[in-house]
């Protein structure tokens, strides 16, 4: 009875999640001030805490540098991603960041363990790797979120994308609830999931796809194929992501990365799925639609 009424409250909570954030996100995405200066507000803030529980995950286990270091460093992409939609910079300029402050991670170390006893050393690799991709996992990847904002019909492309990730993610759980028996245990790192709820999150991202084609056929011409495509590559690299973060989650021994999102547990519990399928996404786009 315990565990029932458990489950309700989780689904009461994704419903109420819904029905809030939902609309939140439409909204940022919609308001098209300053180049979508709300929706990089929102991306920062994100950023940050997201960097903040994969901090927490790693410092479980295994040896980081310092935090504030970090999250100061990773907090520059959303930071640098507007700046340079704002004063028109190069496209490539939030590579640039990604170089210089891998090299500043490096120099951090040198000066770092110059103050350390010799030992200190057997940890470097681990501290630069770690800390590393912290940066680039919840900076330089998601930033690609601002890469779209900056495309013609950037409110259409966002929609879509958002739609595909949480439709994804919710047709998985609907599939799973409905046909899961019997079929668990396809990916050992998450036995709850099924092969129901993995080929219903493709299928139902496929459809969302086939909407969106007659939604906004000006965003999406062409073939039918190409949206065929988009859509079952980033609903795999969904799911994909999803399980990544089970990964890093079961070696830290933690079941939720945080406590920040009702329902659902930390933030990157929220946001797993897009953190691998935005940039996918971004050049899928550029690709097929030449946007």
Same mark, same amino acid.
């Given at each position: 009875?315990?565990?029932?009424?458990?489950?309700?409250?989780?689904?009461?909570?994704?419903? =109420?999640? /819904?029905?809030? #954030?939902?609309?939140?996100?439409?909204?940022?995405?919609?308001?098209?001030?300053?180049i979508h200066l709300f929706l990089h507000i929102a991306l920062c803030i994100v950023t940050i805490l997201a960097s903040l529980e994969l901090y927490d995950i790693f410092s479980k286990k295994i040896a980081l540098q310092a935090k504030a270091f970090l999250i100061f460093l990773t907090s520059l992409f959303p930071i640098i991603s507007y700046s340079a939609a704002i004063f028109s910079l190069p496209d490539f300029t939030i590579n640039i960041v990604l170089i210089i402050t891998t090299i500043t991670l490096v120099i951090f170390e040198i000066f770092y363990t110059n103050k350390k006893p010799d030992s200190v050393f057997v940890l470097s690799i681990e501290r630069i790797s770690a800390s590393f991709f912290i940066?680039?996992?919840? #900076? @330089?990847?998601?930033?690609?979120?601002?890469?779209? !904002?900056?495309?013609?019909?950037?409110?259409? @492309? =966002?929609?879509?994308?958002?739609?595909?990730? /949480?439709?994804? &993610? *919710? /047709? +998985?759980?609907?599939?799973?609830?409905?046909? %899961?028996?019997?079929?668990?245990?396809?990916?050992?790192?998450?036995?709850?999931?099924?092969? !129901?709820?993995?080929?219903?999150?493709?299928?139902?991202?496929?459809? =969302?796809?086939?909407? +969106?084609?007659?939604? /906004?056929? &000006?965003?999406?011409? %062409? *073939?039918? @194929?190409?949206?065929?495509?988009?859509? *079952?590559?980033? !609903?795999?690299?969904?799911?994909? #992501? &999803?399980?990544?973060?089970?990964?890093?989650?079961?070696?830290?021994?933690?079941? &939720?990365?945080?406590?920040?999102?009702?329902?659902?547990?930390g933030l990157l519990d929220s946001i797993d799925s897009m953190i691998f399928t935005v940039p996918l996404y971004y050049y899928f786009i550029l690709l097929f639609y030449g946007a």
């Open positions: 009875m315990h565990y029932k009424v458990k489950i309700m409250s989780k689904i009461l909570q994704r419903i =109420l999640l /819904f029905f809030i #954030g939902v609309p939140v996100l439409l909204l940022l995405v919609y308001i098209p001030f300053k940066i680039f996992y919840c #900076g @330089y990847l998601f930033s690609y979120i601002s890469k779209i !904002a900056l495309l013609p019909y950037s409110q259409f @492309y =966002l929609v879509v994308f958002l739609a595909f990730v /949480f439709g994804c &993610d *919710s /047709f +998985a759980w609907l599939f799973g609830m409905l046909f %899961g028996n019997g079929n668990r245990g396809l990916f050992t790192v998450s036995k709850k999931k099924s092969l !129901a709820g993995f080929i219903g999150g493709i299928l139902g991202t496929i459809l =969302l796809g086939f909407i +969106a084609i007659l939604l /906004f056929p &000006d965003a999406f011409p %062409g *073939s039918i @194929y190409k949206m065929l495509i988009l859509s *079952s590559s980033i !609903a795999f690299m969904a799911i994909m #992501g &999803d399980l990544f973060e089970s990964i890093l989650k079961r070696s830290a021994e933690l079941k &939720d990365s945080g406590f920040i999102v009702p329902g659902r547990g």
